[in-house]
């Protein structure tokens, strides 16, 4: 069992924990220091605006009838399973791969435990300009991002390393 924490992905749990407890910290914190709708202005384009969203990315499908509560959980509770089925396959040498892993892990539960526990999820992070407004967000979506764009980075990364091995001496 210790092999499996020490010579794979698994050895950046400590890194899903850190962001999901920023996660679920930050989101407390707005939930009892704010208004429901309530917006803060910080800078000239991010306020803090705290929202509830019981739909996906960009309030997708947020205004059906109840049933996406459940149908958004379980996707959330099958990809956290995933990622950390991929952390276990991932090699330790692969630590960007592993961290993306990790990051989009703790988004994936940061997101799940508030459509579990209250049927939504608490988006507070609201930014705007040039005449655009976009959906408010939290950390979890942030690391779901960050996450992909760490993977498809690795990816790129590990295909010119692959091709570069991969070229004929002359």
């Known amino acids: ?6 010579e794979t992905g ?5 890194l899903t924990l850190i962001f999901l407890l920023a996660d ?11 208004d ?11 306020n803090l605006t705290y929202v509830h969203n019981p739909g996906a990315a960009f309030s997708f499908l947020a205004d059906q009838g109840g049933w996406q509560r459940w149908f958004f959980t379980v ?3 099958v990809a ?7 952390l276990a396959k991932t090699p330790k040498q692969q630590a960007l791969l592993s961290a993306a892993f990790a990051l989009m892990l ?36 942030s690391m779901i991002f960050i996450g992909a764009a760490l ?8 295909g010119e390393s692959i091709d570069n091995t991969n070229e004929t001496k002359v």
């Open 151 to 158: 993977m498809i980075f690795d990816s790129f990364k590990n």
């Open 75 to 77: 996707i959330a509770a």
């Open 36 to 46: 429901l709708y309530q917006s803060i202005d910080i800078l000239p384009f991010f």
């Open 1 to 6: 069992m210790k092999k499996l924490f020490t």
């Open 80 to 86: 956290s399973i995933v990622f950390i089925v991929w």
């Open 106 to 141: 703790s988004g994936a539960v940061g997101n799940l435990i508030d459509r579990v526990l209250f049927g939504y999820v608490i988006d507070f992070l609201d930014f705007y300009g040039f005449g655009y407004h976009f959906p408010a967000f939290n950390i979890a979506d």
């Open 10 to 14: 698994l050895r950046w749990w400590w």
């Open 24 to 34: 679920q910290v930050t989101k407390q914190l707005v939930v009892s220091n704010m």
